[in-house]
């Protein structure tokens, strides 16, 4: 008897190959399925999913999740933890979208939970925090992104290092490994300005206290006068005092673009291998004329002229990437992360200067025939550009 193939491991494995045992002796030019594969696809990852607004959770002064369900009230598709759904909005005319973490349970498909946090002078999240209400209808993507929990090859020892609204692909991945069983260990170590602003602070505690194979250390960057807990910037020492030897653990690191650079350097310099970490993209650079390459002389507040062949002009601050203020003047361009990833949002540089910065990461066909990201992108001069 011959042995069995590891491939019967595999859901579906065993009742594919006896279909497709049976057709070899019947024969079949599979028109009887037709669509079935098109459909199938669509329901897992569907272009667009109109969903409706069905409760606002306070979490803390700055932030609120949003709980959507599906209009016509069926299951939502399915989406690894730490994946994002891009959300598109209609704001006083302007058609914008943005990305937000999924921070509910993938075990779970009547909902969604996004959870915002207000931005200093943002747009979206103003918007999503005070004037969104319970029965608003809402449209986005299917679950998309690469910055996900992969239970089979990111080992036991999982480290998710989170600023601010970092934590919500945190708490869905941390949900997802409890209410599965697994038996990874997740060590959440969680970084916010303020005590009041900590999201799913008494969550979090209730659930380390239950759960040994939860570990949290919370810090404060700002703390109040007489705060006992660990306090300032994140830090080598801090890290090293937390998880002592790195061994083979994975990290994940989520938070706002200077957090997650920091980071970056603060684990290279205890010796993490760059794969070991996987680090979630968090939209265009705030001040792109800090990174190599800017042209000197360029102020962000200097304004240029886009052109947009064949359909018109308009005027914009080199400051402001390319994609919003294209979408500010009814122009829409499909998106998705907003952080120079996906490349959905690129657009053809028909003349005039670009910079890209190192969020924007194009391909070298994009590079040779003149492609760029307009999420990322900030026009230096005046350009015209084909969509």
């Known amino acids: 008897m011959s042995e069995q193939s590891p491939l019967h491991l595999i859901a579906g494995y065993?009742?594919?190959?006896?279909?497709?045992?049976?057709?070899?002796?019947?024969?079949?030019?599979?028109?009887?399925?037709?669509?079935?594969?098109?459909?199938?696809?669509?329901?897992?990852?569907?272009?667009?999913?109109?969903?409706?607004?069905?409760?606002?959770?306070?979490?803390?002064?700055?932030?609120?999740?949003?709980?959507?369900?599906?209009?016509?009230r069926q299951l939502l598709p399915p989406f690894q933890a730490g994946q994002y759904i891009n959300l598109f909005v209609e704001i006083d005319g302007v058609h914008t979208a943005r990305p937000y973490a999924i921070s509910s349970s993938p075990m779970q498909r009547q909902y969604y939970d996004l959870t915002v946090k207000r931005a200093v002078g943002g747009f979206v999240s103003g918007y999503l925090l005070d004037r969104v209400h319970v029965g608003q209808p809402l449209r986005s993507s299917g679950p998309m992104g690469t910055f996900h929990h992969n239970p089979l090859f990111h080992g036991d020892e999982l480290v998710f290092l989170a600023g601010g609204s970092g934590a919500a692909p945190a708490r869905s991945m941390l949900l997802n490994i409890l209410e599965r069983g697994l038996e990874q260990r997740l060590h959440l170590i969680y970084v916010n300005s303020y005590v009041d602003d900590v999201i799913y602070a008494e969550a979090f505690r209730a659930l380390a206290e239950a759960h040994p194979q939860f570990r949290l250390t919370e810090v404060i960057s700002r703390p109040p006068a007489g705060y006992r807990g660990h306090s300032g910037r994140l830090s080598r020492e801090l890290l090293q005092a937390q998880l002592g030897e790195m061994g083979n653990r994975m990290f994940y690191v989520c938070g706002p673009t200077p957090f997650n650079d920091s980071c970056l350097e603060l684990l290279s310099e205890l010796g993490v291998a760059r794969r070991r970490i996987r680090v979630e993209a968090n939209g265009a650079p705030k001040s792109p004329d800090r990174q190599p390459g800017w042209p000197e002389g360029i102020d962000l507040e200097a304004e240029v002229q886009v052109t947009v062949q064949g359909r018109g002009r308009f005027r914009s601050k080199v400051g402001e990437p390319l994609l919003n203020a294209l979408e500010r003047n009814g122009y829409f361009v499909e998106n998705a992360c907003r952080s120079g990833e996906c490349s959905l949002c690129r657009v053809k540089l028909v003349s005039g200067p670009v910079f890209n910065p190192q969020e924007a990461h194009l391909r070298q066909s994009d590079r040779d025939?003149?492609?760029?990201?307009?999420?990322?992108?900030?026009?230096?001069?005046d350009v015209e550009v084909m969509l």
């Open 14 to 72: 065993t009742e594919a190959l006896a279909t497709k045992r049976a057709l070899e002796h019947s024969g079949s030019d599979f028109y009887e399925a037709r669509g079935e594969v098109a459909s199938t696809v669509v329901q897992l990852h569907p272009k667009r999913l109109a969903l409706e607004v069905v409760q606002v959770i306070d979490d803390t002064p700055s932030t609120k999740t949003l709980r959507l369900q599906a209009v016509d």
């Open 369 to 381: 025939f003149g492609w760029v990201y307009s999420c990322v992108a900030f026009a230096t001069g």
